[in-house]
């Protein structure tokens, strides 16, 4: 093999190295979004689900809380308008 054969080859290996790591950069990437999408989904749901047993007039904040404490952050007084006591 030649010099000049050797300095190619070398340079397709550097090439293929670096499309392989893309592709895996690619890859990583895809199904991180698809694990964060799928955990955001059941989030979702279980709140969803919590909001079902909600009864208008009946049910406490309490109560509330208990069945969808994602809700928790939002309920507490952030600033000005933010009072749910009326």
């Known amino acids: 093999m ?5 300095g190619l080859s ?3 290996t550097v090439v293929r ?3 392989l790591g893309l592709v895996l950069l690619v890859v990583l990437l895809s199904i ?8 955001l989904t059941r989030r979702i749901h279980e709140v969803l689900a919590g909001l079902e047993r909600v009864e208008v007039d009946k049910t406490t904040e ?3 809380l ?3 404490p994602y809700l928790g952050s939002w ?4 600033g000005r308008g ?3 006591s009326s």
């Open 2 to 6: 030649s010099n000049r054969n050797m």
């Open 10 to 12: 070398r340079w397709l």
């Open 17 to 19: 190295r670096i499309f």
């Open 32 to 39: 991180s979004l698809r694990v964060r999408t799928y955990l």
């Open 62 to 64: 309490a109560e509330l």
């Open 66 to 68: 208990k069945a969808v």
């Open 75 to 78: 309920l507490e007084p952030q």
């Open 82 to 84: 933010a009072d749910l």
